[in-house]
């Protein structure tokens, strides 16, 4: 089958995790042990992929290799690196990624929050404080010269993981594997937030929408219950929470299952990735599946990918991930884009080793060097078919 007319086929990134200092972060104070951490730090992010200069090289192999649009955060902590302080220097850097986008052919995706935030903001407001809604308000205002002829604007990157991470009571439960709950008040703020934000954007004529990462939660016979129960707060109060916007993003990487005792560990024989997490390429499927159930708004898969040092199990794994997007569109499900997570290899919260990318570079000359998968990705995009 033939996608439909106009499906975008693109890769992801984020700021923080392929910038290089982005010292007025609170990810960077974090780091450097002056912030706790909600996870280990294995080490900084340093000067990342050095993406902030490298962008046009880096969006160049995307449309050389035939893919159609990028989607790109901007980074608060850059924009305002204290309170009010608007760097208008900084704003342009931004415009000039939009144009060089635009200019390459690739539509772009900007995410205005992709987990990290101004220092000051952390430090004084968070969002357990509903300022926060307010503040990220004034920020959207703020980045609209940005996003001049952009049309998909993603207000915040997986605000159910910022919620999850905000329990940071149930942090040892997280590094034991299975995530905390969603903080109710972050979600209730992150929740208004994105409300405030949108309508911001839409007065402006853009087409807003967050993007939830999917979990696959699935049931071991007789733990539906559990299993709907584990999913609420984690995952379905945000796809709910879409109802009515332009659209939503799907981000999908494995699957966990739900029985007795709640997440049950992988098995011993299956495949792992580099992250530890499962190998199982149906997530998408799945996350796509309960976001259209639950609320009917039109998908873009705005991150899917593996952590892996083998191209080939990438290229694997994207092509039985696409399987199950041609299986939903054929449902009728109006999936209108993939978006690969990663362009590149990158800062994974933590740690480079986890490697996702379809380009690598090198750690002492930031040369890039693209994978087999994303020769064969711009393949798929520029037949428009799988296969
Ligand atoms: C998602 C994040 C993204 C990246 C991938 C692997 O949770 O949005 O930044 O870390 O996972």
Excluded at 96 to 116: E, I, N, Q, S
Excluded at 162 to 189: K, Q, Y
Excluded at 358 to 380: C, H, M, N
Aim: with cysteine; hydrophobic share 40%.
């Amino acid at each position: 089958m033939t996608f439909p007319n106009g499906f975008l086929w693109g890769a992801s990134t984020a700021a923080h995790q392929v910038e290089g200092n982005n010292v007025s972060s609170d990810w960077w104070l974090r780091e450097h042990g002056h912030a706790p951490s909600p996870s280990p730090i294995e080490s900084p992010s340093g000067d990342a992929a050095d993406s902030y200069h490298r962008y046009p090289e880096d969006m160049r192999m995307l449309a050389d290799a035939g893919l159609t649009s990028y989607r790109f955060s901007i980074e608060w902590a850059r924009i305002e690196p204290e309170k009010g302080c608007v760097s208008l220097a900084q704003l342009d850097h931004y415009r000039r990624m939009v144009d060089t986008a635009r200019d390459l052919g690739l539509t772009p995706m900007v995410t205005l929050h992709h987990f990290t935030n101004p220092a000051w903001f952390a430090r004084e407001v968070g969002w357990h404080s509903p300022r926060a809604v307010d503040l990220f308000g004034r920020f959207t205002e703020t980045a609209l010269p940005v996003l001049t002829d952009v049309e998909l604007v993603c207000t915040i990157n997986e605000p159910n993981m910022v919620a999850i991470m905000a329990n940071s009571e149930e942090r040892d439960a997280f590094l034991s594997g299975g995530l905390p709950s969603g903080h109710p008040v972050v979600t209730e703020n992150l929740i208004g937030a994105h409300r405030v934000s949108s309508s911001i954007l839409r007065s402006a004529g853009k087409q807003a929408g967050w993007s939830v990462a999917t979990q696959a939660y699935q049931a071991e016979p007789g733990f539906e219950g559990a299993a709907a129960e584990h999913g609420r707060s984690r995952e379905d109060v945000f796809l709910d929470a879409a109802a009515g916007d332009d659209w939503i993003g799907i981000q999908a990487y494995t699957r966990t299952k739900i029985g007795a005792d709640g997440p049950v560990p992988i098995p011993a024989g299956a495949e792992r990735t580099l992250t530890g997490w499962e190998y199982y390429p149906g997530a998408l499927e799945f996350g796509i599946r309960r976001s259209w159930e639950r609320n009917g708004v039109p998908v873009y898969v705005t991150e899917n990918g593996i952590a892996t040092a083998d191209d080939a199990r990438r290229i694997d794994y994207t092509a039985g991930a696409l399987e199950g997007v041609e299986r939903a569109l054929a449902d009728g499900i109006d999936v209108r884009g993939y978006l690969h997570w990663s362009a590149l290899d990158n800062y994974e919260w933590g740690s480079f080793r986890p490697t996702f990318g379809l380009i690598g570079w090198d750690p002492e000359t930031f040369e890039r060097s693209p994978k087999p998968s994303l020769a064969w990705l711009g393949g798929v995009a520029r037949r428009n078919a799988l296969r």
